[in-house]
Structures are given as structure tokens and as C-alpha cells.
């Protein structure tokens, strides 16, 4: 009788320590996913990637490109984007999509892409944690002039947030080296997609 007590305590104790194991794996899982998994399955909503194609000037409570800047290359890319960013800085730019940027950019002078934009509460802000996160924003690049690959992941800061919207500033800056080009060449950047994870 003893032995069979024995051996059912002992068998508990190890079904505690997997749940307990289990536990902490989970956790891990659900930390690096870019939604929380407690989120999708009290919504039961599929969440992913989805363009936010607001052009310019996005309207009341849209989320949007707001300007795109050909910007003196810059060493500390993450503080200097933190803040915002105006033409007057810029050796280019323009606030729509499709089109040539206004300004001159120096030739054989490096500079990097910044691309301003926002995001409303339905894109950008995390209900779990109660904050706006940028796990959930991004902007893909493409520009065979500048040896940018197709839809390749600009690097993203956060300027600034409020109760409505987060403002966030994509760059590419060729690996930290800024992007040149000579004298008289044209160059295309034929596609930018912002885009946010809901």
C-alpha cells in the first residue's frame, strides 16, 4: 500500500514540473510572435500583413505615407530619424507616391531614403500591452537602380505618438554607407508599400 502511494506522488510531482515546463515555452512562443496569440484567438480574426495605402495626405484618422525625404546620409541613423523630419533638410522630396521628387541631390554625395509615415490605432497599437508597437508596421522597398532588391525590409524608427496615431520614419541607408550616384543619372525607385500587421 505504501509503495503505491509513493509512486502516485512521485507521479504527480513530474506531471507539475511538464505543465510548469510548458509554461515558460509558451511564454517564449508567444513573445516572439508579432501578435499576441491570447489577441487572435479572443478576436477570432486572422491577422496579418495587409497594405496601408493612404497616399499623402491619409485624411482624418487614416494611416499613411505622409512624405518621402532624400536625406543627407547620416552616421546615427536611429537618433536622427527619432526626430521629425521636414523638407528644409532635405536634399529632396515629395508628399505623394508617383512622381518626381522636388529638390537637388548633390552627385557622388551620399544620402539615404526616408520614408514619414502614420499609423492609427487599428494598425499600429497592441490592446494586450496597451501601447503602440512597432512589431507591427513595416515598409518594403524596391530600386534596381540603387541595388535594392525586391521588396526589401527598410530599417524603422518611432518619432512620436499620441492617443490617435504613432508617426514612424523608414529608412535605407545602403548598410550604413549611404547610396550614391554620378552626374546626370536618373534614378527610380519603383516601388514602396507600407504596410501593417492587423
Not at 11 to 25: H, P, Q, T
Not at 65 to 93: G, K, Q, R, V
Not at 107 to 125: P, Q
Amino acid at each position: 500500500m505504501k509503495k503505491i502511494k509513493e509512486h502516485k506522488t512521485k507521479l504527480v510531482g513530474s506531471v507539475m514540473f511538464i505543465l510548469i515546463v510548458f509554461g515558460v515555452a509558451s511564454g517564449l512562443i508567444i513573445a516572439n510572435t508579432p501578435m499576441g496569440v491570447d489577441k487572435a484567438v479572443m478576436d477570432c480574426k486572422e491577422y496579418s500583413w495587409k497594405p496601408v495605402a493612404s497616399d499623402g495626405n491619409p485624411g482624418a484618422g487614416a494611416s499613411g505615407m505622409l512624405e518621402i525625404f532624400i536625406y543627407p546620409h547620416d552616421a546615427d541613423p536611429d537618433t536622427t530619424y527619432a526626430t521629425n523630419l521636414s523638407s528644409a533638410s532635405a536634399y529632396a522630396s515629395r508628399n505623394t507616391w508617383n512622381g518626381t521628387l522636388t529638390g537637388n541631390v548633390p552627385y557622388d554625395t551620399e544620402f539615404d531614403i526616408v520614408i514619414k509615415a502614420r499609423y492609427n490605432v487599428s494598425h499600429a497599437y497592441n490592446t494586450t500591452s496597451s501601447a503602440w508597437d512597432m512589431a507591427y508596421v513595416k515598409a518594403l522597398i524596391t530600386s534596381a537602380d540603387l541595388g535594392i532588391g525586391a521588396d526589401t525590409e527598410m530599417s524603422k524608427v518611432q518619432t512620436a505618438n499620441n492617443t490617435d496615431f504613432m508617426w514612424v520614419q523608414f529608412y535605407m541607408n545602403n548598410g550604413g554607407a549611404g547610396y550614391t550616384r554620378s552626374h546626370g543619372l536618373t534614378t527610380n525607385v519603383t516601388s514602396v508599400k507600407l504596410q501593417a500587421f492587423y
